[in-house]
């Protein structure tokens, strides 16, 4: 989706730092203050008005100041006291206001920070909920995902602080250069130089930081996942029960030092460069006072505007200093942003998912479900593979190669074979998660194979092998099955008892309402099987025609496991399911089996079809079963 705060200067692949161009900063900057204005129109408004009013009111002082000075010395002691107390009075009343504004605008600064930081999260997260699946499989994908998630968080606030400092800093300058230009003209344009290598090394330190913090994203992702490891519960048993935690933390420590060696000599060089700028600067500045020191010596001009010139000119110095803060946090956030807009032009036509409206009643656009009913199936009545055949975009040969298969609506179909043979990703292919490279995927000879995937995925459930755990409540896990009509508790309850969950969520303290998992307040954790019966519950809830279940049962107990498929066929009653499995025991019942082996079909058929042929299958078969049978007497002789 292509937002028009965010219209992207380049959305090309940024395997190298996008070169930030001197022609394309205005764009960029245009670009910036478009997010900016899209985000917060009214803060950001409010809080430039009110710095432009810090910055320009600072003129008044210096001329008031000046003012007095000149009734000073030219009127000496014969001067009006009260009228030099009024204008001295008016001149900190000025000064007063000038604070004030300021002082509003820094506190309104947090909200719009806020507001920024969500604004650009959003168009993150429009990316990373709409892209294809196979994205999360590159690399690249995830180094631009990490950089577009940092440069949101700070970078948009960054460019309003740079703005902000920039506007007012311009306002003051102008202020004060109108003050000087009433002096001495010639001035104004001396003292401006002054700013011009400040601009310049702004626009060098912000590219210097952009190539180093480009250049280390992939180490520093691999940071934040040791840092992940040793602080998540997830992996918090398994650290300790390896002994792992030293061994771990010595890596994160390892790449730490060398973040920090890089930071130290991005620094060394950010430095060299302000260095060089400022004595440039100073240099500059310097000579401008000496023309004027000059200039009241020689009598070219009088003492008092001497004064008041010598002040405007440091106050200007003062002024191009905060300028260029300003010009460096712009410079700094300027290419993230690039990199940022880059990222935002990733996501696809596509709208992000509608969220559900609170207080709303959830529109239904399925049948409540009823898993004895018997819809038909809205997909097909006939799926068919015709020489799928895909490949990781990170794997080097063909996961599948040629795959060919019919599924019937109304059918069990089994997929089995040896780990690795690729069940799990034909399982993805044919839930339209990832696209093949070649063959074709036929609802009944319509090829779906580009269609939407979206639309196509509505009708599909599919339980993976490593389903979600929500950290939600018992009766979220389930209704997210459907989100649009997860307020249904009728049918949540009916989808756990499907699933044999409902004994176990009823008991639950809440019940139904109790937060799973235990890291938050509340939370109770449930077993492995306790999790795969409420994933088989999210699936039997979403109701859909069409059911792919990646081993279902691989953590159930003996009873559960058998009663599941006892009653699966009367549950999935109408529903074509395409059955992963390594239990011989239950795949044996469905209406037909493939045989995957190293990426093809190896054979299909029924059971006692496969039995009879004696392949790979009856190999398979035998080898389990004989696992469950007494093993054979030693041969004593
Ligand atoms: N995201 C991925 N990127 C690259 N290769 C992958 C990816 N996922 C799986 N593979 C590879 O694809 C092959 C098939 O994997 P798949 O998960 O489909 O096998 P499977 O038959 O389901 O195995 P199992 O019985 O162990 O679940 C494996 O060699 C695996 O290494």
């Known amino acids: 989706m292509s937002d028009p705060a965010l219209s992207p200067v380049t959305a090309a692949e940024f395997t190298e730092p996008p070169q930030i161009e001197m022609r394309r900063l205005p764009r960029l900057l245009g670009g910036a203050l478009k997010l900016t204005l899209a985000a917060a129109r009214r803060e950001f408004l409010l809080i430039t008005a009110l710095q432009a009013v810090g910055g320009l009111g600072l003129v008044l002082p210096i001329l008031g ?45 947090d909200v719009l920070s806020e507001q920024l930081n969500r604004y650009a999260l959003g168009r993150v997260l429009d990316v990373a909920c709409t892209i294809e699946l196979e994205q999360f499989e590159r690399p690249e994908f995830h180094n631009r995902l990490e950089r577009a998630s940092m440069s949101a968080r700070i970078r948009p606030h960054q460019l309003t602080q740079g703005l902000g400092a920039l506007t007012s800093a311009v306002m003051s300058t102008l202020g004060i250069a109108l003050a000087l230009a009433a002096i001495e003209p010639l001035l104004v344009p001396a003292t ?61 420590e390892r790449r730490t030092d060398e973040r920090l060696a890089e930071i130290r000599v991005t620094a060394r060089r950010r430095l060299r460069i302000t260095i060089l700028a400022r004595l440039t600067s100073g240099v500059a500045l310097g000579s401008v006072l000496g023309l004027v020191l000059a200039m009241a010596v020689t009598g070219g001009m009088a003492v008092a505007d001497a004064g008041a010139a010598a002040t405007a000119v440091l106050l200007l110095g003062v002024r191009l200093r905060t300028a260029a803060a300003g010009t460096d946090q712009l ?78 609506a109304g059918q069990v179909v089994a997929l089995v074979g040896e780990n690795g043979s690729g069940k799990t990703t034909l399982a993805k292919l044919l839930s339209h998660l990832y ?58 309850t009916q989808a756990a008892r499907a699933a044999g969950a409902h004994d176990l969520l009823a008991a639950l303290p809440q019940g139904y309402e109790s937060l799973l998992g235990p890291e938050f307040a509340g939370g109770i954790d449930l077993s492995g099987g306790q999790w795969q019966r409420v994933a088989l519950a999210r699936a039997f809830f979403r109701d859909a025609p069409f059911i792919i279940l990646d081993e279902p049962t691989a953590t159930l107990d003996a009873r559960a496991e058998h009663l599941l498929f006892e009653q699966l066929r009367t549950l999935l009653a109408g ?28 054979e299909h058929g029924t059971h006692d079809q496969l039995m009879s042929a004696g392949g790979r299958y009856a190999e398979l078969f035998t080898l389990q079963a004989a696992g469950y049978l007494d093993p054979q007497p030693r041969d004593s002789g």
């Open 65 to 109: 100041g000046r003012d007095l000075l000149d009734r000073l010395l030219v009127a000496g002691a014969g001067s009006s006291l009260a009228g030099m107390l009024l204008q001295g009075a008016l001149t900190l009343g000025l000064l007063g206001v000038i604070g004030l504004a300021t002082a509003v605008a820094t506190s309104r600064d």
């Open 192 to 252: 401006l130089l002054a700013g011009v290598p400040l601009w310049f090394a702004s626009l060098r330190s912000g590219r210097v930081l952009f190539d180093a913090l480009f250049r280390f994203t992939p180490a520093e992702r691999e940071r934040s996942y040791l840092l992940d490891v040793l602080t998540t519960r997830r992996a918090a048993k398994e650290v300790r029960a390896f002994g792992l935690a030293g061994y771990l933390r010595a890596r994160w």
């Open 331 to 408: 410079f700094e956030a300027a290419p993230f942003l690039q990199d940022l807009q880059g990222f935002v032009a990733l996501a696809p036509g596509s709208s992000p998912p509608k969220l559900p409206q609170p207080g709303k009643a959830p529109q239904a656009p399925m049948s409540p479900p009823s898993l004895q009913a018997r819809p038909e199936p809205v997909g097909f009545r006939r799926l068919r593979v015709e020489n799928l055949t895909f490949r990781y975009p990170s794997g080097r040969h063909p996961v599948l190669r040629n795959v060919s298969m019919e599924i019937g």
């Open 435 to 492: 696209r093949p490279q070649a063959g074709r995927i036929l609802y009944d000879d319509v090829d779906v194979t580009a269609a939407d995937p979206d639309r196509l995925r509505h009708s599909i459930t599919v339980l993976f092998q490593d389903f979600q755990r929500y950290l939600l409540s018992a009766a979220d896990n389930v209704g997210m099955g459907r989100w649009e009509r997860a307020d249904d508790r009728a049918a949540v």
């Open 575 to 602: 529903r074509t399911v395409l059955l992963i499995s390594h239990r011989f025991a239950t795949v044996r019942m469905a209406d037909h089996i493939y045989v995957l082996d190293g990426g093809r079909v190896a």
